[in-house]
């Protein structure tokens, strides 16, 4: 049996222990065998010696996580209950942690992962950055708080935020309402982030002045877009023609991120992916980055990066199938092109 007391200083114990102990009871459950009991800023775990020891690992990382993150959400807290191992995926301390741009309330939004980095790296030396990666790697939210941080540092006069409308298996014709209400639901996301930024009245203020401008991609055709942080989100769903439209809007002084999911084209069967296309054929240009995320950088629920890598590994099986299915449907012809003309040549 063996009992440890530690002292938590320098951090916000309800930061640390969660709303009603939410937190401290994931390291309960994960723990069983260790008992573990607060008192103000003593913390008491008592157990056999080996769980008692991984216990207080575990939480001493808690805390050097709140100290370096100023914050601890429950999900990394999940994560590392789970055996994750946020310190090789996170961020350190120091110039890499630097805070992207404040939130609503002061709250810091920072690049939580490397590849998440390296987008905030690749925007700053390139005018045009290709971001590629799955659903929740956070290439929307990290390609908005840029933006955000680009129009209150005055480097550019507005944000431009636009996607493709296209139906996942839904007809536009048939939802209620006018125009804008029957693409809002396709920017949904371009509008929480936002409103993660920006208060709601300077929010409501900034679009009506136009500063913030969030559009379907039909709605660039024509114009130049100058002067502007633009994010095109969505963009597999794009076909060459639309892309390059929108690519050849840019101004001289307009940044832009281009945001993409490959394994998710909602696009009919018989149309090519103008950001497969555009990736083909522009990246290694001179200016133009291309910054790929994976299912590490995922920043959800943590089952989601586990359902990605269990697609992933689907399609490539299914791929695998479909080339062997090739290969012997090639070999039976050739088969049968050579018995003909072994039996042509006995004739």
């Not at 120091?94 to 690049?111: C, F, L, Q, R």
């Amino acid at each position: 049996m063996s009992e440890i007391i530690l002292t938590i200083d320098g951090v916000d114990l309800v930061e640390l222990y969660g709303e009603k102990n939410n937190k401290l009871n994931i390291l309960r459950k994960a723990y069983p065998d260790v008992t573990i009991t607060s008192r103000g800023n003593n913390l008491k775990l008592s157990g056999e010696k080996k769980l008692t020891q991984t216990a207080k690992s575990k939480l001493e990382m808690m805390v050097r996580m709140l100290k370096e993150h100023k914050e601890l959400t429950t999900q990394t807290v999940e994560d590392l209950m789970a055996g994750g191992r946020p310190f090789e995926t996170k961020l350190g301390t120091g110039e890499s942690n630097t805070t992207i741009v404040h939130g609503k309330g002061g709250k810091p939004i920072k690049a939580k992962t490397r590849n998440q980095k390296t987008l905030v790296e690749s925007s700053e030396a390139n005018d045009i950055v290709f971001a590629m990666g799955p659903a929740g790697t956070g290439k929307t939210y990290i390609s908005v708080a840029l933006a955000v941080r680009a129009l209150r540092n005055r480097i550019v006069k507005r944000i431009i935020l636009t996607r493709p409308a296209v139906e996942a298996g839904e007809n536009l014709g048939f939802l209620p309402g006018d125009l804008k209400d029957k693409v809002d639901p396709y920017l949904r996301p371009l509008y929480d982030a936002l409103n993660d930024m920006i208060p709601a009245e300077k929010l409501a203020k900034f679009m009506a002045e136009m500063t913030i401008e969030v559009a379907p991609l039909a709605f660039m055709r024509g114009r130049t877009l100058d002067n502007a942080f633009i994010i095109l989100d969505e963009a597999q769903n794009t076909t060459p023609q639309q892309l390059k439209m929108f690519l050849t809007r840019i101004g001289p002084s307009a940044k832009t991120i281009i945001n993409g999911d490959l394994s998710q084209i909602d696009l009919p069967r018989n149309q090519i992916s103008g950001l497969h296309q555009a990736l083909d054929i522009l990246t290694g240009i001179d200016g133009i980055g291309l910054v790929e995320l994976s299912a590490e950088d995922v920043v959800r629920h943590r089952l989601v990066k586990s359902i990605i890598k269990a697609y992933n590994k689907s399609n490539e099986e299914y791929q695998k199938r479909k080339e062997e299915e090739r290969e012997r449907k090639r070999a039976e012809r050739e088969n049968r092109r050579h018995d003909k003309n072994e039996s042509q040549n006995e004739n």
